[in-house]
C-alpha cells in the first residue's frame, strides 16, 4: 500500500496543475449565458483521461443537455467494476467584489489553501479521479468507468434521462461520487443522507391592476403584504417549519459547534439560530422553507399604488424518507389552507423535482471505503456525516443500480465554501482524499 500511497503523492505535483488549468475555464451550464466553456471543460476532461490511459474516451449527450464525459478502464479477470462520478460545471461567480481575487476563474494560494470557483465544488472531485488513476499507472487493479458531468450545478436537467439511456453501459458494483464535504479538514466522512429539493414560486393575486394606495388602501389589500403574510406561515415562532406533511428524518450521533457554524455561516453578532433540536438535525434531517427572492417593485422606483400581485421563489428542502412529490403536494395544501384576505394562490414548480437519499453504509465495499480513509488520514476514522444540500441523481443511481454499494465521498472541508465567494480547497486535505481513493481503487480488489 505505501507503494500506492508514494505513487500519489508523487502525482499531485502535475495534478494541482491539471486542476489549476481546469479551473480556468468558467464552464456554466445557467440558460443564459455562453455554454462554449462547458463544451471546452469536457473535452479538457476528456483529453485528460484518454492521457491516464482509458482503453475507451467520448462523450454522452442526452435531450440537448450539456456534455458528460464516459470513459473505461476495463476490470482484470474476476475483479469488480467501480463508477467514478464527479462534475466539471460551476456555479456563477456571483458579485465580483465579494471575491478576494480580481480573477475568481485563476487560482490564488493563500495559507494552505486554492482558492477559485469550481476549485473545491467539483473540479477537485474530478482531478481526484485522475490522481487515482494516475498512481495506478493508468492500470488500475480493478475496473473503472466515469462519468463527468456538465450540467449539475443547473440541476442535472437531462443526466437521469442519460443514466437510464446508457444504463447497461454504466454498471457497475460500486459507485463513487466525490461531491460531497468531510466533517473537518482533519476528519474524514462518508455521507449517508442528503436532503432533496424543491423549488417552487408562490404567487399572489388580488387585484385585476394597481390602483391608488391613498384612494383605495384600507379596505382593499395589497399583494405585497399579502404575500409577506403567506410566507410567514412557513415557520413557527421557533423557525422550525410549519408545512404539515413534510417528513423529519434521523441524523447522524454528531453535533456542530455552535461557535464554529456562526463563524463558518458568517452570522452577524445577536443573529439567533433558529429552529429546535440538535444543530446536526436542523441541518441534515429537518425540512427547511427559504424565500429566495421575491418579484416586486424596488423600493427607489415603487409608486403609491396597491400592487395587484406578487410573486416569492421558495425553496425547500426534504428529508430523507420524505419525497419531492409528497412535498409539493404539502406545499400546495398549506399556501391554499393560510392564503390571506382570499387572495388567489398558485404553486408553480421550477423545473425538476429532487427526492432525498439515504445510504446504508454496511458492506464490504463500505468497509474497504473506511480502511482507505484512515490509512489517508493517518489512523483517523472516518464518520458519517448527513448533508443539508442536495443531489438528486444519487436517488436515480440507487433506483438504477440497486444492487452497487454508492459511496458519497468529500473534496469539500468546512472552510471550503461552495457556491459562495472565495471558494477554496484545502491543498493537505486534498491529498489526503487523493490518496484514499486510490486505496480504495487497491482495497476493492477480490
Known amino acids: 500500500m505505501s507503494d500506492v500511497v508514494n505513487a500519489v503523492r508523487a502525482a499531485m505535483p502535475g495534478v494541482r496543475a491539471d486542476l489549476e488549468a481546469l479551473v480556468t475555464i468558467p464552464a456554466i451550464a445557467f ?16 483529453r485528460l483521461l484518454e492521457d491516464a490511459g482509458a482503453a475507451e474516451a467520448r462523450q454522452l449527450r442526452h435531450g440537448g443537455g450539456q456534455p458528460s464525459v464516459y470513459a473505461h478502464f476495463p476490470a482484470p479477470e474476476g475483479q469488480p467494476t467501480v463508477l467514478l462520478y464527479a462534475h466539471q460545471d460551476v456555479q456563477p461567480v456571483g458579485d465580483l467584489s465579494l471575491w478576494d481575487q480580481d480573477d475568481p476563474f485563476t487560482v490564488v494560494e493563500k495559507d494552505g489553501r486554492l482558492y477559485g470557483r469550481g476549485v473545491a465544488d467539483d473540479k477537485a472531485g474530478v482531478m481526484a479521479h485522475v490522481a487515482a488513476l494516475r498512481a495506478h499507472g493508468g492500470r488500475p487493479p480493478v475496473g473503472v468507468k466515469l462519468l463527468i458531468e456538465g450540467e449539475e450545478e443547473f440541476g442535472s436537467p437531462t443526466l437521469e434521462g442519460l443514466l437510464r439511456e446508457h444504463r447497461d453501459l454504466l454498471a457497475a458494483d460500486v459507485v463513487v461520487i466525490a461531491d460531497s464535504t468531510n466533517w473537518k479538514t482533519e476528519v474524514p466522512a462518508l455521507t449517508t443522507t442528503l436532503r432533496g429539493v424543491i423549488n417552487v414560486y408562490v404567487e399572489v393575486a388580488v387585484l385585476k391592476g394597481a390602483v391608488h394606495s391613498g384612494l383605495f388602501g384600507g379596505p382593499v389589500p395589497d399583494a405585497l403584504t399579502a404575500l409577506a403574510r403567506l410566507v410567514a406561515t412557513l415557520h413557527d415562532d421557533a423557525g422550525d417549519v410549519a408545512v404539515e406533511g413534510l417528513v423529519t428524518g434521523r441524523s447522524a ?45 424596488g423600493a427607489a422606483e415603487s409608486a403609491n399604488a396597491l400592487q395587484p400581485s406578487a410573486r416569492a421563489k421558495v425553496s425547500f428542502r426534504l428529508a430523507a424518507g420524505d419525497s419531492a412529490e409528497n412535498a409539493l403536494k404539502a406545499v400546495r395544501a398549506h399556501v391554499a389552507a393560510n392564503a390571506p384576505w382570499g387572495a388567489t394562490v398558485t404553486v408553480t414548480p421550477e423545473g425538476g423535482l429532487g427526492d432525498p437519499c439515504a445510504i446504508d ?34 436517488a436515480t443511481f440507487q433506483e438504477l443500480f440497486p444492487e452497487a454499494a454508492i459511496l458519497v465521498t468529500g473534496v469539500e472541508d468546512q472552510y471550503s465554501n461552495p457556491h459562495g465567494p472565495n471558494e477554496s480547497l484545502d491543498i493537505a486535505m486534498f491529498e489526503r482524499v487523493c490518496v484514499a481513493e486510490a486505496l480504495l481503487l487497491e482495497k476493492l480488489k477480490r
Do not use: C
Open 31 to 46: 440558460d443564459g449565458l455562453d455554454h462554449d466553456p462547458a463544451r471546452r471543460g469536457a473535452d479538457a476532461v476528456q
Open 361 to 394: 453504509a454496511t458492506g464490504p465495499s463500505f468497509d474497504a471505503a473506511r480502511a482507505a480513509f484512515a490509512e489517508a488520514w493517518d489512523g483517523t476514522e472516518p464518520v458519517e456525516i448527513g448533508v443539508g444540500g442536495s443531489i438528486p441523481m444519487i
Open 253 to 297: 450521533d454528531l453535533d456542530y459547534d455552535e461557535a464554529a457554524l456562526r463563524h463558518e455561516a458568517g452570522m452577524l453578532p445577536g443573529t439567533e439560530f433558529i429552529g429546535t433540536g440538535r444543530l446536526t438535525e436542523r441541518l441534515w434531517s429537518k425540512p427547511t422553507a427559504t424565500v429566495l427572492g421575491i418579484d416586486a417593485p
